[in-house]
């Protein structure tokens, strides 16, 4: 008689063990012949050792799948348990579109043409530089390219990463310390992770360290291996701001630069290195640029019309502007 436990320690228990433990009750079903304890975040065996290697083999398989798909259904947990092999996740019936299966049931993948750019250019190149207006889904399908990649295990970590350059207000006079002073111009990163990813499992790579969320100058001197990084809102980053996080990158590793040039906010004197690395660094092999624009602009059916009447005000200042040749 052997006895072995398994820790949940990143797991919420309900979500493997189902609603009244009614996933737990199939497993059991499924091994008569093992005593199986479930208390907190821990399964107790007892039994003999061929059965609990089996146990463990399965009880393998249908973490897996939680990790893909965010939940195991009875569907799931039947194929799984009568699966002779792995086969049951490649069996899966999801759309190879799905970059990331998110909390709720939630379905994440590239929506437009140059979101699907997207993914095929961070497969084909190690950074990656996503320009285009607000709302066209740049920070979103970076994060969800970040954690597939994560979930994969094609990286270890994540780095996500803004300029924390004021719009309009004034740090100082926001309350709180450090992390409350900076945290609102992170919480879009923030929002984005919380769709794709259950609160437990969220709360446990931050607390590790596997997700990481920071302004931009905690960059510097670091060296990022085998890390997923982004940099959003680069438009506000300078020049020797922006060559300082792509310095950053070490062996293994991803980098993708989000950002809208049409909504620079540095102070009038200090020029965007978003602006000027699409001029310096488009001709670099492994380097890819992709564009986006109002096709791409997925939420409320008015910003498309107000982004058009901002980008003709902006023309017409600009032919006023131009000096008469007559």
């Keep these: 008689m052997s006895e072995k436990t398994i820790n949940l320690d990143s797991y919420n228990p309900l979500d493997i063990f189902g609603a009244n433990e009614s996933n737990l009750e199939q497993i059991k079903a499924y091994f008569p012949k093992l005593k199986i304890i479930a208390r907190g975040n821990a399964i107790k065996l007892i039994g003999d050792q061929d059965e609990i290697k089996s146990f463990e083999d399965k009880f393998s398989l249908i973490l897996l799948v939680y990790d893909k798909f965010g939940k195991v259904g009875k569907t799931d947990l039947k194929q799984i348990l009568e699966s002779s092999d792995d086969s049951v996740i490649s069996q899966a019936t999801v759309s190879s579109e799905v970059l990331v299966h998110g909390r709720n049931g939630l379905l994440v993948k590239a929506r437009t043409a140059n979101q699907r750019k997207m993914v095929d250019a961070i497969g084909k190149n190690d950074l990656l530089f996503s320009i285009g207006p607000a709302g066209t889904g740049k920070t979103y399908t970076a994060v969800a390219l970040a954690v597939r990649a994560l979930k994969n295990k094609e990286v270890r970590r994540i780095v996500l990463t803004r300029p924390a350059v004021e719009a309009g207000e004034n740090l100082g006079f926001l309350p709180g310390d450090l992390k409350d002073k900076l945290?609102?111009?992170?919480?879009?990163?923030?929002?984005?992770?919380?769709?794709?990813?259950?609160?437990?499992?969220?709360?446990?790579?931050?607390?590790?360290?596997?997700?990481?969320?920071?302004?931009?100058?905690?960059?510097?001197?670091?060296?990022?291996?085998?890390?997923?990084?982004?940099?959003?809102?680069?438009?506000?980053?300078?020049?020797?701001?922006?060559?300082?996080?792509?310095?950053?990158?070490?062996?293994?590793?991803?980098?993708?630069?989000?950002?809208?040039?049409?909504?620079?906010?540095?102070?009038?004197?200090?020029?965007?290195?978003?602006?000027?690395?699409?001029?310096?660094?488009?001709?670099?092999?492994?380097?890819?640029?992709?564009?986006?624009?109002?096709?791409?602009?997925?939420?409320?059916?008015?910003?498309?019309?107000?982004?058009?009447?901002?980008?003709?005000?902006?023309?017409?200042?600009?032919?006023?502007?131009?000096?008469?040749?007559?």
């Design 183 to 326: 945290d609102p111009y992170l919480q879009p990163l923030y929002d984005a992770l919380r769709d794709m990813l259950p609160t437990q499992k969220l709360l446990t790579y931050m607390e590790d360290g596997t997700i990481e969320i920071a302004p931009l100058a905690f960059m510097r001197g670091r060296t990022l291996d085998n890390v997923f990084a982004i940099l959003d809102e680069a438009q506000n980053a300078t020049p020797s701001q922006l060559k300082m996080f792509l310095t950053r990158m070490g062996r293994t590793s991803k980098f993708l630069v989000t950002g809208d040039i049409t909504q620079i906010d540095l102070p009038k004197n200090q020029k965007s290195g978003l602006v000027q690395a699409e001029h310096l660094l488009k001709d670099i092999k492994g380097i890819s640029f992709i564009r986006l624009g109002k096709k791409d602009i997925i939420r409320h059916q008015l910003v498309n019309q107000i982004v058009e009447a901002y980008d003709t005000n902006e023309e017409k200042n600009n032919n006023n502007n131009k000096p008469d040749n007559k």
